[in-house]
């Protein structure tokens, strides 16, 4: 299976910081990389999909780039509703979906 | 309201046997694969299932397979997943999701249950 690794586990900032989320795969995946929001309490909402593209209504301070083995997901001005953990996923190899550890964002 | 709703979960000794449900509505069930995931408390996702259109095909995790069956039933826009042999580590909050094909190429778990927690323990 593809391993997915993020870095870092934990990111604290501050409103109005940019944030950068990197994942990493154990072989090229292409762009069949999403990434998830998941809120306390709450089921993941998909945010992007093939690397860069928005999934539905996503604000515009979200971005995704990367190809191959490395990719990052870019918040350019936190806010507090980002409060969050993320997660990447590939779908290289779909079904066997596999996702990183998950990074947990906090608001310093 | 595109919605999909798990049932089932519970409180289940070690060894035993569990069948969870998904029900969705607003959208027209058989035109998608669904999947099931899984999350430990305080742990990370994990893909366990898919099934897809008709149910012809099925695809499992090497940690459920042999133990856990996917099926579906589109006249009643249900998805289920019998669990057997449960162990401690399959202890967590079970999720359904749909599997859209994004420009038919990307796909992607676009929309989720609010899952179902399960507690193996004796």
């Known amino acids: 299976d593809v391993q997915m690794t993020q870095s870092p586990s934990s990111l604290s900032a501050s409103v109005g910081d940019r944030v950068t989320i990197t994942c990493r795969a154990s072989q090229s995946i292409s762009n069949y990389l999403n990434w998830y929001q998941q809120k306390p309490g709450q089921a993941p909402k998909l945010l992007i999909y093939?690397?860069?593209s928005f999934a539905s209504v996503v604000p515009s301070r979200f971005s995704g780039s990367g190809s191959g083995t490395d990719f990052t997901l870019s918040i350019s001005s936190l806010q507090p509703e980002d409060i969050a953990t993320y997660y990447c996923?590939?779908?290289?190899?779909?079904?066997?979906?596999?996702f990183g550890q998950g990074t947990k964002l906090e608001i310093k | 309201e595109v919605q999909l709703v798990e049932s089932g979960g519970g409180v289940v000794r070690p060894g035993g046997s569990l069948r969870l449900s998904c029900a969705a509505s607003?959208?027209?069930?058989?035109?998608?694969?669904i999947s099931w995931f899984r999350q430990p408390p305080g742990k990370g996702l994990e893909w366990i299932s898919t099934?897809?259109?008709?149910?012809?095909?099925?695809s499992y995790a090497d940690s459920v397979k042999g133990r856990f069956t996917i099926s579906r039933d589109n006249g009643k826009n249900s998805l289920y997943l019998q669990m057997n042999s449960l162990r401690a580590d399959d202890t967590a909050l079970y999720y359904c999701?749909?599997?859209?094909?994004?420009?038919?190429?990307?796909?992607?778990?676009?929309?989720w249950g609010q899952g179902t927690m399960v507690t193996v323990s004796s």
């Open positions: 093939a690397a860069s």
């Open positions: 607003g959208f027209t069930f058989d035109d998608y694969g």
């Open positions: 999701a749909r599997e859209f094909w994004f420009r038919q190429l990307f796909p992607a778990s676009d929309i």
């Open positions: 099934i897809y259109l008709n149910g012809g095909r099925t």
């Open positions: 996923q590939q779908t290289y190899n779909t079904p066997r979906t596999t």
